[in-house]
């Protein structure tokens, strides 16, 4: 699933391509808004919220959220998609360009006072302007048993960090992802590298934790089961973490730099 770093970047494109521009005409092949018209009206801006899109039309937003399969691709007017015209949730033109949500697992439009009911409920943004560290701590300890590989994902606690990033942050702070929010030792620090390695991603069109551009040595744990730790030499373990058996994700991490208190 697309973390918050793709979803700025997709935000910022999506704006540069439409932001104070009139549509032409709008497509929303959904049955809910099949109806829904919003030719003659002007794009406003383009935002994201975490891993959600935003976009301010009018009176109106437009919410999409890409979930697994999901993105939004940019073409000028007349040039061919580079994906099948089924998978398109929704179309968006202007005289220059077309934009084409496809595979959107969430497609909601609402006016823009009632915003909230969509992504009111999220944490700090790590990209965003309302981001406050000290918000999302207290949102974190609020369940201090609770795996912090579990804490971290939770977009109520903050919103942004996905899979990647979990396995990736646990590992520098050398906390295994089952720690107890309440029993690791520098909860600060983890959030801080959280928002320093979004932001640090947020302009890459290659992710990279490590600081390599090689892709096979862009991150430390992520998607590296038996491969040596680049700290120790341990081959890295790979195990399934969720609440409950539909919702366990890949977790990747190092058992000796990472171990988990009895």
């Known amino acids: 699933m697309p973390e918050g770093d793709t979803i700025w970047r997709a935000a910022r494109r999506l704006h540069a391509a439409l932001a ?5 005409g709008s497509d929303f092949r959904v049955p809910r808004y099949a109806t829904l018209d919003l030719s003659g009206q ?32 940019i073409y000028q007017r007349g040039e061919r998609w580079r994906k099948p015209a089924f998978q398109a949730r929704l179309i968006l033109s202007t005289s220059t360009t077309t934009a084409v949500g496809f595979a959107l697992a969430a497609l909601d439009v609402v006016t823009r006072t009632d915003e909230d009911k969509l992504v009111g409920h999220l944490g700090p943004d790590l990209l965003g302007p309302d981001w406050d560290a000290d918000e ?74 490590t600081g390599s551009p090689a892709r096979r040595e862009s991150f430390w744990v992520y998607g590296r089961a038996r491969r040596p730790c680049a700290r120790c030499g341990t081959p890295i373990a790979h195990d399934l973490q969720g609440n409950t058996e539909v919702d366990q994700r890949d977790v990747y991490f190092c058992p000796h730099c990472q171990p988990l208190a009895s």
């Open 42 to 73: 002007t794009v406003d801006e383009v935002r994201s919220r975490g891993k959600h899109l935003m976009m301010r039309i009018g009176e109106l937003t437009v919410h999409s959220h890409l979930g697994m399969d999901g993105s939004w691709q």
């Open 136 to 209: 999302a701590l207290r949102r974190l300890r609020l369940e201090p048993d609770r795996p912090i590989g579990l804490a971290l994902l939770d977009q109520r606690n903050l919103a942004g960090i996905g899979n990647v990033y979990r396995c990736e942050v646990c590992f520098i702070a050398r906390v295994h992802p089952s720690t107890p929010v309440g029993q690791v030792p520098d909860l600060p620090a983890m959030v801080l590298k959280s928002k320093q390695l979004l932001e640090v991603n947020k302009d890459r069109s290659s992710r990279s934790t």
């Open 20 to 24: 104070g521009q009139e549509l032409t």
